[in-house]
């Protein structure tokens, strides 16, 4: 009921239109009896008097009210389209930047398929909920009310038999109610999980080609889609046996109304007119009782899908509870006593990490994949909030600033690479760097030695780089993120593993980018070969979580720790 009501307020924004739009479904409703009143002078005086003045009179009557049933229902419609749409489009809209908002760790456990469909389909449940079922409420309601009432009104011993059916109909209804919304919350996950393997699939479509992917992906997307159909199978099922079930009592009473009008010696007989119009009510109720039957699906579908929006709207958003603005940092960075896990069951992930950074210093990361150098660089942008310890920043705690104002801080150069369907431009001067100048990017893209190969292309700058940057090469691909992150001329550097990708010739190329890159300003650098990380002004060798040892490359070598049997281990390699 609380759902249904906050679904509502989203209707209830329009509060002029949906007005307006009742009293139309108003006016729609009460068209049916006035059109059945019309039939009883109608039979009675022209065809069974056979007197034909009054014809014309009733001709024009009967015309009027169909005239205002369609003009009221033109209205009620489109307006209820209208604000229907406005919910839908308002609803996508705060989960989209919902999702902006939301703590990293939010996407690292949710289904992107389900994410999608979240916005994509749910809304459009719920959108439903919030208007369908008002109009299927309030303009059957009123008519089933209005047919109801001038039933009574023409004979009210034939209307009797609607006392007796309408306990019944009150069951039916309430036992559909609840399968209802079990089936309708079912069908919602499913479509998330056909979205999600779909989207699977469509990523991964290399390594489902070369490694025989075909069956298994065929055979979880059919477990999906099965699921799916069986359900929305049932829904209907349901749905369409709960109709004719509440039409059959319906007519029943029907049947008992014609046996009572047919009975003879009755003290006050049934009139032609009277009957005509009485059935003619009895017609006009059943697509209304059907319409009434179908509100609670509805409901129920969208009060399924409104959940799982709201528990997402709900959610907390990104911690951003800093109040320190900083224009442009000098670069000191000192980690304090840093320990974080990525849930609080699982196992410590980093341990009392500490280390300082002068400004314009390279600091460089080694170890095992797993020790967890990404995630040691994560904390500093605030993708994760460490469990214990400060990171302090020009001796400020990073949870001090403001979120927008640390990041404006901080380039990044990430394992995996990531372009958006666009512009090499756009690309490279992406998000708050959308205003630079085309100078400027050529000039990043030098420095990342990226613009001899963009240069070549068909259409430079405005070459396309395709879904994920899927039309260039994995090392064209760095290049680019790097000359995005040159472009930022941040305080400070993170490149992690930002040369994996390259082949030794691209990477001495790099290299000498990220060198004069990193000159002026503070550099985090997770080294994937050793030998790019020689000058670093300090080496930090980690293991577990740990920082195992530390200092600068010729000192490490002389010391004969894991560093040198590290060192050892590539250069016999290479
Ligand atoms: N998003 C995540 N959620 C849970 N555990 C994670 C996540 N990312 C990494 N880990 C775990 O944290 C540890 C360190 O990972 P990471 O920092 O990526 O190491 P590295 O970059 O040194 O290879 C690993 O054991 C990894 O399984
Ligand atoms: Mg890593």
Known sequence: MQIYKRLLGYSLAHKSQLIVAILMMIVTALTQPAFAALMRPLTDE????????????????????????????????????????????????????????????????????????????????????????????????????????????????????????????T?????????????SSRIQNSMGDV?????????????????????????????????????????????????????????LVLVGAILFASS???????????????????????????????INP??????????????????????????????????????????????????????????????????AFVGFSGSGKSTLVNLLPRLYNPGSGRILLDGIAIDELKLKDLRAQIAYVGQEVTLFNDSIKNNIAYGELADASDEE????????????????????????TGEKGMLLSGGQRQRLAIARALLKNAPILILDEATASLDTNSERLIQTAIENASRDRTTLVIAHRLSTIENADMILVMEDGEIVERGKHAELLASNGRYSSLHAMQFSAE
Not at 267 to 289: D, N, Q, R, W
Not at 312 to 340: A, C, P, W, Y
Not at 351 to 359: P, Q
Request: a neutral charge; hydrophobic letters at 50%.
């Open 46 to 169: 022209a065809f069974v008097q056979s007197d034909m003045a009054g014809a014309p009179r009733i001709a024009g009557l009967i015309f009027l009210v169909l005239l205002l049933n369609g003009v009221a229902s033109f209205f009620s419609g489109t307006l209820m389209s209208r604000i229907g749409w406005s919910v839908i489009s308002r609803l996508r809209g705060e989960l989209f930047s919902k999702y902006l908002n939301m703590p990293t760790g939010f996407f690292d456990s949710a289904s992107s398929g389900k994410l999608i469909s979240s916005i994509t389909y749910n809304t459009e449940q719920v959108a439903e909920a919030a208007t369908n079922s008002i109009t299927l409420l309030i303009r059957d309601g009123v008519a089933v009310l209005g047919l109801l009432a001038m039933m009574f009104y023409l004979d009210y011993r034939m209307a009797m038999g609607f006392l007796i059916v309408a306990p019944v109909v």
């Open 171 to 183: 069951l039916i209804v309430t036992y559909v109610t609840r399968r209802f919304r079990k089936i």
């Open 195 to 251: 979205a999600h393997v779909t989207e699977e699939m469509v990523n991964a479509h290399r390594v489902v080609k070369i490694f025989g992917g075909h069956d298994y992906e065929e055979n979880q997307f059919k477990k999906a889609n099965n699921f799916n159909r069986a359900q929305n199978i049932k829904l209907i099922v349901t749905k369409s046996a709960s109709t004719p079930i509440v039409q059959l009592c319906v007519a």
């Open 264 to 294: 003879k010696n009755l003290a006050e007989p049934v009139t032609a007119g009277t009957f005509v119009a009485f059935m003619t009510c009895m017609l006009l109720l059943m697509p209304s009782i059907k319409g009434l039957t179908e």
């Open 298 to 363: 509805r409901i129920q579908k969208g009060i399924a899908a409104g959940e799982k929006i709201f528990l997402v709207i709900d959610d907390d958003n990104e911690v951003d509870d800093g109040h320190l603005s900083m224009e442009r940092s000098d670069g000191n960075l000192v980690f304090e006593n840093v320990g974080f896990r990525y849930s609080p069951d699982d196992k410590e992930v980093l341990k009392d990490i500490s280390f300082e950074v002068n400004a314009g210093q390279t600091i």
């Open 441 to 464: 990017i050529i000039a990043a893209a030098k420095a990342a030695n990226a613009w001899e190969f963009i240069q070549e292309l068909p259409d430079g700058l405005l070459t396309m």
